[in-house]
C-alpha cells in the first residue's frame, strides 16, 4: 500500500504564495501521474494540476495556468504544488494524488485559506 503524506496548507493573503507537498510513502511504486485536486465548499473535487513522470508532460486547470507550478523531487518522489498569486477562490481543500497500472491512492487533503 502506499500512504500519501501531505503538507503546507494553512492561511495566505491574496497576492500571496503558498508551496503544498505530497510525499508517497510505503510500497515503492513508478507513478504514471502525480497531481492535485481541490475542492472547495459545495462544488466538486477538480483536477488543478498534474505531471507524468516517464514523460515530463504537465497540465494544469484554466484558472491557474502562469501562477501554480507543479514539480516533482525525483530522488523522494515527492510532488510538489508552487502556489503563487494566489485568490480567494483559491480557497479549497486540496488533494494530492498518484496513479499508477490498476491503482489510484488519495492523500486525506490540506485546507488552503486565502483571505484577508
Known amino acids: 500500500q502506499v500512504q500519501l503524506v501531505e503538507s503546507g496548507g494553512g492561511l495566505v493573503q491574496p497576492g500571496g504564495s503558498l508551496a503544498l507537498s505530497c510525499e508517497p510513502q510505503?510500497?515503492?511504486?513508478?507513478?504514471?501521474?502525480m497531481g492535485w485536486y481541490r475542492q472547495a465548499l459545495g462544488n466538486q473535487r477538480e483536477l488543478v494540476a498534474t505531471?507524468?513522470?516517464?514523460?515530463?508532460?504537465?497540465k494544469y486547470a484554466d484558472s491557474v495556468e502562469g501562477r501554480f507550478t507543479i514539480f516533482r523531487d525525483e530522488v523522494t518522489n515527492t510532488v510538489y504544488l508552487q502556489k503563487n498569486n494566489l485568490k480567494p477562490e483559491d480557497t479549497a481543500v486540496y488533494y494530492c494524488?498518484?496513479?499508477?497500472?490498476?491503482?489510484?491512492?488519495w492523500g486525506n487533503g490540506t485546507l488552503v485559506t486565502v483571505s484577508s
Open positions: 510505503g510500497r515503492i511504486i513508478t507513478f504514471s501521474a
Open positions: 505531471l507524468f513522470p516517464n514523460g515530463g508532460w504537465k
Open positions: 494524488n498518484v496513479r499508477g497500472i490498476g491503482m489510484e491512492y
